[in-house]
């Protein structure tokens, strides 16, 4: 049974930061891609941030330069380091296998951007 457990998000304001932790168990973690995706109010959920069982990683134009995305293999841990915040950051942050989809996403961790 493979659980996902985000948790670090929080209210900040703009230009602040934030780091991101997602908690993985029951899955072979090590061999598998991980990710960030996001959800805003009324829009599709997004994926944000992503990185290799190598540590190659990729992100979204409008995150780049200022979100890090990280592994932890003997943690069985993934982060997000996110910096310069903005407001339409604002979403609900979860973490998932893009290429191993977990069919059962964890609860996320609510990031608000605002003064």
């Known amino acids: 049974q493979v659980q996902l457990v985000e948790s670090g998000g929080g209210l900040v304001q703009p230009g602040g930061s934030l780091r991101l932790s997602c908690a993985v168990s029951?899955?072979?973690?090590?061999?598998?891609?991980m990710g960030w995706y996001r959800q805003a109010p009324g829009k599709q959920r997004e994926l944000v941030a992503a990185?290799?069982?190598?540590?190659?990683?990729d992100y979204i134009d409008s995150v780049k330069g200022r979100f890090t995305i990280s592994r932890d293999n003997a943690k069985n841990t993934v982060y997000l380091q996110m910096n310069s915040l903005k407001p339409e950051d604002t979403a609900v942050y979860y973490c998932?296998?893009?290429?191993?989809?977990?069919?059962?996403w964890g609860q996320g961790t609510q990031v608000t951007v605002s003064l």
């Open positions: 998932n296998s893009p290429s191993h989809m977990h069919s059962e």
């Open positions: 029951g899955s072979i973690f090590s061999i598998y891609a």
């Open positions: 990185i290799t069982s190598d540590g190659s990683t």
